[in-house]
């Protein structure tokens, strides 16, 4: 049997590493150039807006706990939930976190506290502190309205990449009419950050490589991570 000589495994560990330098440069500058055009925001935009929307009021309303609180994130998610709840005063509200062996129901408690204080009524909000992701929150919720899920209407708050993965998660555990409410941000008015006037201010000159080159490489993680999602969801059937 022959053995490579560690000159042949040399020469063969840094043609891979020129490999995998070459692979990865060529992919950061990808995304950089990406980074300049609207098309991560396409994407991300899609995610948070392709699924089908409810063609009847909602009668139960999921707010996904995400990052929990406090968080940017769990306060969007609670300021869009509280927004549904108020404008359909008959909903049931669930929040779906998983629980923390540290601090119980907190974070939980701490969303609810959030809905209550934008006036949301405490005998609408129920917990869903069992699930450990996505798919098993849906099943969690899915049995809680065995008899009813075919005809019960679900709206699902959620960030924006996520909602097209969660309203095909809890499609697939049987409920029939889901739709989402995905929590865009709402960004400050360019005009009021951006120098139109020629001024000798401290004003943003250009937006582009101040704000939106970072924001959309943002993005282009987001989505990223999003698409990786949903293939694993697609490959154990989950979706």
């Known amino acids: ?34 980074s300049f055009t609207d098309l991560p925001y396409y994407a991300y935009h899609w995610l948070g807006t392709s699924s089908p929307k409810l063609k009847k009021q909602p009668e139960l309303i999921v707010l996904l706990g995400g990052s929990g609180m406090p968080s940017p994130d769990g306060l969007i998610r ?40 934008r006036g949301i009524d405490t005998s609408r909000i129920r917990f869903e502190p069992i699930g450990f ?5 849906a099943e969690n919720i899915a049995k ?25 998660t809890f499609a697939a555990v049987g409920f029939k009419q889901v739709g989402g409410e995905p929590t865009f941000e709402n960004p400050v008015d360019e005009s009021k950050v951006k120098d139109n006037e020629k001024t000798d201010d ?11 080159m970072w924001s959309y490489l943002n993005y282009e993680l987001l989505v990223l991570r999003e698409y990786a999602a949903i293939s694993y969801y697609w490959l154990k059937r989950w979706i």
């Open 1 to 34: 049997m022959n053995i490579p000589n560690s000159t042949a495994i040399k020469d063969f560990c840094k043609k891979s590493l020129k490999k995998f330098f070459l692979i990865n440069g060529i992919l950061f500058a990808l995304l950089v150039f990406l």
């Open 78 to 117: 609670c300021y869009y939930t509280a927004k549904a709840a108020t404008k359909f005063p008959a909903t049931e509200i669930i929040i779906a976190l998983p629980f923390n062996e540290t601090d119980s129901l907190r974070q939980l408690s701490l969303m609810a506290h959030e809905l209550v204080l």
């Open 133 to 137: 992701n996505t798919h098993s929150q």
């Open 144 to 168: 809680r309205y065995e008899k009813r899920k075919t005809s019960l209407s679900v709206l699902i708050v959620t960030s924006p990449e996520h909602t097209y993965r969660a309203v095909k």
């Open 202 to 212: 401290a004003r943003v000159k250009s937006l582009s490589l101040r704000y939106n």
